[in-house]
């Protein structure tokens, strides 16, 4: 039961109230940039999700056990931006070789990813809390739907959008900012949710 | 004369954030107050400086193929560098920053000015590209975190405002605010420069920020021909 509790907690945070793009501010660019379409924002949502745990899963024991007892932390950021920048192009060669269908429906989404900065900033995030190996994969599960969740909720507001009108200046990105403000006042308003729902 | 184009490229006519809209990441998590924005501004231009000259300086070494993992190598090795230098000098700082300093690894600006600048230009010339881009970037970071401080929380660079006090929007220090700010920002670029600026109108391939990942087949690849067809 209280594994179940913090498993709830630590997603609830993470999709609601620390969501990645809308109040931490990472991964915007693919936030912006393929948010155009629904089934494009949500297929981009899972291929995070997925590069995510790998990334955790792969990176968590190499801080853990191979960086923290020689006394190397500090290269920290070179081997995690290289770990990911391996993985993603192993995955992707991997779909591409043995699951081809797989390949076709999310190799579009990988090499928007390793530039991602939700990615780099998961794998960071989750060593810098102190979180154990277990609650690192279930932040870095929160993380992801967080991603996906506001992904989705914004390519239908952008869908809503293309038929608007704004004024000359605010055409294009500008616009897009704009309704990107509505929806993270939207997520603002779940700030006390955690700490009212599972005490501190 | 030319170098001093380049210098200045940066600064207004390509500002990497107001104009080119790249590093949206940063400038919108790191402009809640002048100092963060100055703090952050300064490391990036020094990342994005020195890795400009290593990239430039072994441009004709390194084989093209490899070309992205060897520059993230370069870029990674000055972002921990910053980071060892402010955590041991200014670790309050280092503490305001936190995992925004780590990302300057995958700010689009640093990565994209390696590949689009310093692999084609001489170390004098990429040094100056990378100046010039990085005090573009710390610019357009003072200007939005100079809006969002003053009225968010009548204050600059931490110096109370007296009068300002009751009248302050606290909405603009929050993440909503943020993401306002910058579209008026941009907006208002666009206006006072009216298609004189090489203005993007959409995320297209050009300025996008994974193009060197990417072999022009990748969704963000996809929406933009779409959206010119």
Redesign the interface.
């Known amino acids: 039961m209280e594994t179940f509790k913090l498993m709830l907690k630590i997603i609830m945070t993470s999709v609601l109230v620390n969501n990645y793009v809308l109040s931490k501010f990472l991964g915007i660019c693919p936030f912006l940039g393929v948010s155009k379409k629904l089934d494009q924002a949500s297929g981009m949502g899972v291929a995070v999700i997925f590069v995510m745990l790998l990334a955790t899963a792969v990176t968590w024991p190499i801080q853990t056990y191979l960086l923290d007892p020689n006394g190397m932390g500090y290269l920290q950021t070179i081997v995690f931006i290289l770990v990911i920048a391996a993985l993603v192009q192993f995955v992707e060669i991997v779909l591409k070789k043995y699951i081809p269908s797989l390949h076709s429906s999310l190799g579009v989404y990988l090499p928007l990813i390793t530039t991602n900065c939700a990615v780099l900033g998961v794998t960071i995030n989750n060593i810098t809390d102190g979180y154990n190996f277990f609650e690192s994969m279930v932040s870095s599960l929160g993380c992801g739907l967080g991603f996906l969740l506001a992904m989705v909720i914004f390519a239908g507001v952008r869908e809503r959008m293309e038929e608007s009108e704004p004024p000359k200046a605010f055409r294009g990105i500008p616009i897009t900012l704009a309704a990107a403000s509505i929806v993270s006042l939207a997520f603002y308003g779940f700030g006390g949710i955690v700490t009212s729902l599972f005490g501190e | 004369m030319k170098k001093l184009k380049i210098l200045l490229n940066g600064l207004l006519k390509e500002n990497p954030v107001l104009v080119l809209?790249l590093g949206?990441?940063?400038t919108?998590?790191m402009s809640v107050s002048v100092i963060n924005a100055v703090a952050m501004g300064l490391a990036a231009t020094a990342v994005l400086t020195c890795s400009n000259m290593v990239i430039s300086l072994l441009r004709k070494v390194i084989p093209d193929t490899v070309r992205?993992?060897c520059y993230?190598?370069v870029i990674?090795?000055f972002?921990?560098l910053v980071?060892?230098l402010m955590e041991a000098y200014l670790p309050e700082l280092y503490e305001m920053l936190?995992?925004y300093l780590?990302?300057i690894?995958?700010?689009?600006i640093i990565?994209g000015r390696a590949e689009m600048f310093a692999n084609k230009h001489n170390v004098l010339e990429s040094a100056l590209d990378g100046l010039g881009m990085g005090a573009g970037f710390t610019l357009a970071l003072i200007a939005m975190a100079t809006i969002r401080e003053v009225l968010g929380n009548a204050s600059f660079a931490g110096m109370k405002i007296g009068f300002l006090e009751p009248y302050k929007i606290s909405f603009l220090t929050?993440?909503?605010?943020?993401?306002?700010v910058?579209?008026?920002l941009?907006?208002?670029v666009?206006?006072i420069t009216r298609g004189k600026a090489p203005q993007?109108?959409?995320?297209d391939c050009e300025g996008?920020?994974?193009a060197s990942?990417?072999?022009k087949?990748?969704?963000?690849c996809?929406?933009a021909e779409k959206v010119e067809a």
């Open positions: 809209v949206t990441c940063p919108l998590a992205i993992p993230i190598v990674a090795g972002v921990t980071q060892m936190g995992v780590a990302l690894v995958v700010n689009c990565l929050a993440p909503p605010g943020g993401f306002l910058f579209g008026c941009i907006a208002l666009a206006h993007r109108k959409s995320f996008c920020p994974s990942f990417c072999r087949d990748c969704a963000s996809e929406t």
